[in-house]
């Protein structure tokens, strides 16, 4: 059973899902072509939450190292 579950639309194509496991949490990251968002979801192995951390990155150049804007749980 998917833990997490994800979807992409772009203006010319239709949206597309994904799902995550517990075991592979979920990864999305969202760019331009310097400027980007990538978020991690997984699940805290002591506390069983998930936990989703978000970064700021340098888009498809990669013209700078990725940021961490936030970690968040569902207690934030």
């Known amino acids: 059973m998917a833990r997490f579950f994800a979807s992409v639309e772009g203006r010319s194509a239709k949206a597309v899902t994904k799902v995550g ?6 990864t999305a990251h969202v760019r331009g072509w310097d ?3 990538e ?4 699940v805290d192995e002591t506390t069983g939450k998930d936990v989703m951390k978000v970064y700021k990155t340098g ?3 990669g013209s700078v190292a990725k940021e961490l804007i936030g970690e968040f749980t569902d207690e934030d």
């Open 21 to 26: 496991s517990e075991k592979s949490g979920m």
């Open 39 to 42: 978020v991690l979801l997984s």
């Open 35 to 37: 400027l980007g968002c």
């Open 59 to 61: 888009g498809s150049r």
